[in-house]
């Protein structure tokens, strides 16, 4: 039976996000073992990996809604497949650079803001409004399952193969991708307004920041992926250099993001019907900050209970909110509402790397990311100083109906 369209942009999604995660491994793995890369150096390439979340997601969102979205998709995807394959091909001439990995981030960095952003503003016009909040749980769950498994497979197979090769992996997974979202209908490009790309751009900025509920969402996401940036550069080198694990260990612990992200994404719904949207977004940025502080608390043990923690906390502010966003913003934003969020949010991530890294090289590994944990702290404290603090759900305009209420999807 021929797959509807949802099934295969989720397809598309999850082949994509493997090889992702695969190569999530990999990358690090290829910079540490191969070309020996100091602490800084690998904030360096985690934070060029996110630095176009800084220069392009603002106009991203303009640029979603004037050109064809299918095509920005596919588009996306053949050339971070081109971008990986460079680094095999690199390796194999002798060639291979630290300069290199950070270019790779950087091109592969840009591709990523302009598939996201086209490939969360194209999800709703193929899903029905009250099926949003299913599909987006079923969406994180299945990103939290790639997460799992992907870290796993990706160490076992630098194990067997090497780092370098099991790149191959990633972009492969890319070209898969863009076969099944070329088979998708062409949303219509929006023939509205064709005012200046800037005038857009403060439309949306504008919309998000005086929201009510979308600005403290937007600032607490900062503050949480200011804290990713940190892990992002710094876990693959803490294991190795300082717990001393072999690379098939180090796929393994870093699993233990995608198992909280995957228990998160299972009980976001249950979790917030019990306590309410707003009062559980709260109350799961606390405990995100109690995860974070216990990352570098000890040894195997502590990074892999401390991470599944925290990854657990951030997924029921991801999908709650993102939910929120595409329900609540009129259809003509949504693609500058969801760059604006990206702009600020995503953008801490390279800030988080950047900082991590020299700070690790100055005061150690460990003590860097017990001062990341602390910056957790800030999530939670901009919702309980936000006008929803008194409220049990994040309301619509004109409603105390949650948004996010709906039966449970299984994850």
Known sequence: MELTAFWRWWTAGTTSGLGTAVGGVALPLTALTVLH????EMGLISAAGYLAYLVISLPAGVIVQRLPVRGIQVGADLVRAVAVTSIPIAWWLDALTVAQLVGVALVMGFADVLFAVANQTYLPAIVPAEQLQARNSLTSGTHAATELGGPSLGGFAVQILGAVPTLLVDAVSYLISAAFLRTLPARPVDAGSRSPMFSQIREGWHYVTRHPVMAPGMWAATAVNFVNGAHHALFAFYLVRDLHAAPVLVGVLLAADGLGSLIGAALTTRFTGRFGTARGLIIAGFTGVAGALL?????????????????????????????????????????RVIATVRF?????????????????????????????????????LFWLFSPVRRERDLPLPGSSVSVVEGPVVPQ
């Open 344 to 380: 600020v949010s995503w953008g801490a991530i390279p800030i988080g790397g950047l900082l991590a890294g020299a700070l690790a090289g100055l005061i150690g590994t460990r003590a860097t990311l017990f001062g990341f944990g602390l910056v957790t702290l800030c999530a939670p």
């Open 37 to 40: 890369a100091s602490a800084f």
């Open 295 to 335: 990352i570098p608390a000890g040894g195997y043990l502590a990074f892999a209970a401390g991470t599944l923690i925290f990854a657990g906390s951030v997924v029921v502010l991801s999908v709650t909110t993102r939910t929120y966003r595409m329900i609540v913003s009129p259809p003509e934003l949504l693609s």
